[in-house]
């Protein structure tokens, strides 16, 4: 079948592609999700590309501190487990999406050790549990004492290369390619540096699954790498998936303070500091949670986070304390190294100094809205982990279940994949070139629009929000892309294309649906705190808002029960943005 290009008509301006390669499945993305997905299709007979945007090592997975949350311990169940997950994602999650994921968690975790990653133990040799906010249990597996995502990166890029997988780095997806009838067909892809592939090409494959990650470079301040420019949710929009509850972004807690000008990624103290014990007091060394939750620092991160908010804002502080100094010097070391170090580095020395810490943006709870198997209303078109929105985590993740998600959620995709070759004869379709229009649909920004979507958001839209605030963010984005547009419409002018181009175009695409669902949401639930809105609002607002991409480059905005979550067919829009 011939290519028709992305669903909507709507793509990135770049250059034709100039090579391409065929496979049954391309993954997106090389962190937990991706990988997994990727040995599960390869090990399933299906010929299996990876693309990732940096080295394959490169990730968010990498950098995830705290653990896997599942119910290894004695005396814990997959139930337990369920009942802290609901409480935590606040009335929004999707029930049955969490029991598949604490029910198949435990295993998947035991697959992964399979695969070669090694867990910290205790003196019997069974893995050391540990406990982290929202958690009323000791469930949080973890290696390298605060190392974890660095070692299961590890044994998931070692596991991808001893079994010679195709492997793709450096490489920025544009856009999804589709058949004359609208599925699925492969994506477009531009590779930065030299190599077997250079420049755009396209990668040809009936089934693509997306595990790009986050989007936390859409604020100044961020926990995520440089390369988590929602670059995976702004390809789906621009295909015509849905994407869902992208207002509720989980500023962590307790991220290192390194002053009031301090942009891009920054070193977060994993919650398992406080699940050690370690107390958040103010310059004053008084422990302000206490009394605010029965778990107090303990409680789930949107509490938390609140909690240290309110209390900067009486204080007229930039900033919190987190206290272990009682410790020692053998926990810090051996239980916490990384955070030591990155703490040293920056000239704080927690056996002897509170360290200063705040909150920074750090997980998007919403995203490519899917259903149970990581199908998304594009068909063909698969999501998984931060990139995905499957209503585990509701309007608040709870802590370490990312790490989970990821493997539970892409072995079901990979089932999936592959059942549908067994059952439909899955084959992959090798579209003609997409047609270069000289307007393309969507416009691009100049590189240094990207500081001024971080700034806009971080005022507007960060861990307090208000009708006000989100009004005039939603103004200055709206002025940036229609005046694009509008240069793009009028007379053919648009930035030139390049990574940092398309990266800020994505940031642009992500950052006006994050604001439209979040002035849409007049209530305070999990992570969207709106200073002038209503507490928490069953009555009104238990519902899921869902946004796509209009062919003219609008949002179409609308609500969706939680009984209605998982997509089943494409939704008529029921507000324009």
């Not at 107390?279 to 938390?304: K, N, S, T, W, Y």
């Not at 969507?442 to 960060?462: D, H, N, S, V």
Request: charged share 25%; proline share 5%; aromatic share 4%.
């Amino acid at each position: 079948m011939t290519s028709t290009g992305t669903s909507t008509g709507i793509r990135l301006h770049a250059p034709a592609p100039g090579w391409a390669i065929s496979a049954d499945v391309v993954v997106v993305g090389s962190g937990v999700a991706g990988l997994t997905a990727a040995l599960r299709c390869e090990a399933a007979g299906l010929t299996t590309v990876v693309v990732t945007k940096a080295r394959l090592d490169d990730g968010s997975t990498r950098w995830a501190q705290g653990g896997i949350a599942a119910a290894l311990g004695e005396g814990d169940t997959p139930e337990q487990h369920l009942e802290d997950t609901l409480v935590a994602g606040a009335g929004l999650c999707d029930e049955e999406a969490v029991r598949i994921l604490v029910t198949e968690g435990p295993d998947a975790v035991r697959r992964l050790i399979s695969t070669g990653a090694h867990f910290d133990t205790d003196d019997e040799g069974d893995i050391h549990l540990t406990r982290e906010g929202g958690h009323h249990r000791r469930r949080i597996a973890h290696a390298g004492g605060d190392a974890t995502g660095a070692e299961v990166s590890r044994a998931l890029v070692e596991a991808v290369r001893a079994r010679g997988l195709h492997t793709v780095e450096n490489a920025l997806v544009l856009d999804l390619l589709t058949d004359a009838d609208g599925r699925t067909a492969g994506v477009t892809l531009h590779v930065m540096g030299e190599g077997q592939h250079d420049g755009v090409g396209a990668v040809h494959a009936p089934a693509v699954v997306l595990a790009t990650g986050g989007m936390g470079q859409v604020f100044s301040a961020t926990t995520n790498p440089s390369v988590s420019t929602g670059d995976g949710v702004a390809l789906a929009l621009r295909a015509g998936a849905e994407v869902s509850d992208l207002e509720f972004v989980q500023f962590h807690p307790t991220v290192l303070f390194l002053g009031p000008d301090a942009e891009g990624q920054q070193p977060l103290v994993s919650e398992a500091v406080r699940g050690e014990g370690a107390h958040l007091v103010d310059a004053d060394g008084v422990r302000f949670m206490v009394g605010q939750h029965e778990l107090a620092e303990l409680a789930p991160r949107d509490i938390v986070a609140k909690g240290i908010l309110r209390r900067m804002l009486e204080q007229g502080a930039e900033h919190m304390y987190l206290d272990a100094r009682h410790f020692g010097t053998e926990m810090w070391e051996h239980r916490f190294p990384t955070i030591l170090a990155a703490c040293r580095a920056n000239g704080i020395d927690p056996l002897v100094d509170p360290i200063p810490i705040a909150p920074a943006a750090h997980y998007a709870s919403g995203g490519v809205r899917t259903d149970a198997r990581g199908r998304t209303t594009v068909p063909g078109l698969y999501a998984c982990g931060e990139v995905a929105c499957t209503g585990v985590h509701g309007a608040n993740r709870l802590a370490s279940n990312s790490l989970l998600e990821g493997l539970v959620y892409a072995e079901r995709i990979a089932d999936d994949i592959a059942a549908e070759r067994t059952e439909n004869g899955l084959h992959a379709r090798v579209p003609a070139p997409v047609p270069h229009p000289e307007k393309p649909a969507y416009p691009l920004l100049a590189p240094e629009a990207r500081f001024a979507i971080q700034r806009t958001m971080t005022e507007g839209a960060g861990v307090l929000r208000s009708e006000e605030s989100l009004a005039r963010a939603a103004e200055q984005l709206r002025r940036m892309h229609t005046d694009a547009r509008d240069a793009l419409d009028e007379n053919g002018k648009t930035a030139e294309p390049g990574v940092d181009t398309w990266e800020a175009t994505n940031l642009l695409c992500v950052a006006r649906v994050l604001v439209a669902a979040a002035r849409l949401r007049e209530e305070t639930r999990g992570c969207h705190w709106r200073e002038d809105g209503a507490d928490r609002d069953d009555a009104h607002w238990r519902r899921h808002i869902v946004v796509r991409l209009n062919p003219d480059r609008s949002l179409a905005v609308h609500t969706t029960d939680t009984a209605d979550f998982p997509p089943t067919r494409q939704h008529p829009s029921a507000q324009e943005q």
